[in-house]
């Protein structure tokens, strides 16, 4: 079955990076586009970033320029480089991958960022 597990949050001071990572298995991955969603209790979940099975990338315009969406194949891991984190960054992180014809989601990973 397709599993995502979401690791690297974490507690860090304004301006300061954070490194998350996704392992996933049950799927052919780098095949099919992922992303990174986030999501603060009570609002909707906002696409953070994606690569598509071509290497190409997408931004929120939020989070451009600060934020680096990469995968290694070979692990069959996906991470998002956050740098220049923002009390606004704070949020559950979550990798998503639509897969078998429905989306999966893992189980997030909270990030703080302090002021």
């Known amino acids: 079955q397709v599993q995502l597990v979401e690791s690297g949050g974490g507690l860090v001071q304004s301006g300061g990076s954070l490194r998350l990572s996704c392992a996933t298995s049950?799927?052919?991955?780098?095949?099919?586009?992922i992303s990174w969603y986030r999501q603060t209790p009570g609002n909707e979940r906002e696409l953070v970033a994606d690569i598509l099975f071509t290497g190409h990338t997408y931004y929120a315009d939020s989070v451009n320029g600060r934020f680096t969406i990469a995968r290694d194949t070979a692990k069959s891991t996906l991470y998002l480089q956050m740098n220049n984190l923002k009390p606004e960054d704070t949020d559950v992180y979550y990798c998503?991958?639509?897969?078998?014809?429905?989306?999966?989601w893992g189980q997030g990973t909270q990030v703080t960022v302090s002021s």
């Open positions: 998503s991958v639509i897969a078998r014809g429905r989306r999966f």
């Open positions: 049950g799927f052919t991955f780098g095949a099919l586009p």
